[in-house]
């Protein structure tokens, strides 16, 4: 057991401290299962011919930009009429705020075949898909997500992806949940115990 709580602590230093719970694990696969399947036939991905697949993400007019703003709405109504609003805010929100867990298996090695591969697609195409559902709704817990996320990148190396600090601190403003001022002061000062107790008490306030 001692050998089991030491590997748990490693694995959560560096990829955060949620990173070992289920039911993240689970909403984060639900996402990704529900949402994966419908954007491989809207964006035609088993029709694309083998190296060209960057051009579904270059928008390079205007009407290549309406398609995609077409398909990523779509893909969107489809994912919340599926789980269900609440259930798909649920899950795109463990889906966007902890790439660290997913975007490894979407990111095949060597720096040409990664800008150039399926795989490369689908993960920035996910990412889009779970912020789109996120600004049509937003869980309760959204605040305290946030706020995990943010405590969960100024602590641990292993999560410096996309959403990062910035991104994430301009969702906390533009939220109307309640008061931060606690979490951004903390965070200001690199006060890590108080900005997780901030963190961790907007979660228990929304359970």
Same mark, same amino acid.
């Given at each position: 057991?001692?050998h089991?709580?030491?590997a748990?602590?490693?694995?959560?230093?560096?990829?955060g401290?949620?990173?070992?719970?289920?039911a993240?694990?689970?909403?984060?696969?639900?996402?990704e299962?529900?949402?994966?399947?419908?954007?491989t036939? @809207? /964006? *035609?991905?088993?029709t694309?011919?083998? !190296?060209t $697949?960057?051009q579904?993400?270059?928008?390079?007019?205007?009407?290549? %930009?309406?398609?995609?703003?077409?398909?990523?709405?779509e893909?969107?109504?489809?994912?919340?009429?599926t789980l269900?609003?609440?259930?798909?805010?649920?899950c795109?929100?463990a889906?966007f705020?902890?790439?660290? @867990? /997913? *975007?490894?298996?979407?990111?095949?090695? !060597?720096? $040409?075949?990664?800008a150039?591969?399926?795989?490369?697609v689908?993960? %920035?195409?996910?990412?889009?898909?779970?912020?789109a559902?996120?600004?049509?709704?937003?869980?309760?817990?959204?605040?305290?997500?946030l706020?995990r996320?943010?405590?969960?990148?100024?602590?641990?190396p292993?999560?410096?992806? *996309?959403?990062?600090?910035?991104?994430?601190?301009? $969702?906390?403003?533009?939220a109307?949940?309640?008061?931060?001022a606690?979490?951004?002061?903390?965070?200001?000062?690199g006060?890590?115990?108080?900005?997780?107790?901030?963190a961790s008490?907007?979660?228990?306030?929304?359970?």
């Open positions: 057991m001692a089991q709580s030491f748990l602590t490693e694995l959560q230093s560096l990829l401290p949620d990173s070992t719970e289920d993240l694990w689970h909403d984060l696969r639900r996402f299962q529900t949402a994966l399947p419908i954007i036939t @809207l /964006w *035609q991905l088993d694309v011919q083998d !190296g $697949y960057w579904l993400l270059h928008l390079h007019d205007a009407a290549s %930009q309406a398609q995609h703003t077409e398909r990523l709405s893909t969107t109504r489809q994912v919340l009429s269900g609003t609440d259930a798909a805010s649920r795109a929100a889906f705020l902890n790439p660290q @867990l /997913w *975007q490894p298996a979407y990111a095949p090695l !060597g720096p $040409y075949y990664y150039h591969s399926r795989s490369n689908q993960g %920035q195409l996910l990412h889009q898909v779970a912020e559902c996120l600004q049509s709704h937003t869980p309760p817990d959204w605040i305290a997500r706020a996320r943010m405590v969960t990148l100024c602590r641990s292993g999560v410096m992806t *996309q959403s990062n600090l910035a991104s994430c601190i301009g $969702y906390l403003l533009a109307d949940h309640g008061p931060i606690e979490l951004l002061d903390a965070l200001t000062l006060d890590w115990r108080t900005a997780w107790e901030a008490w907007r979660r228990s306030s929304c359970q």
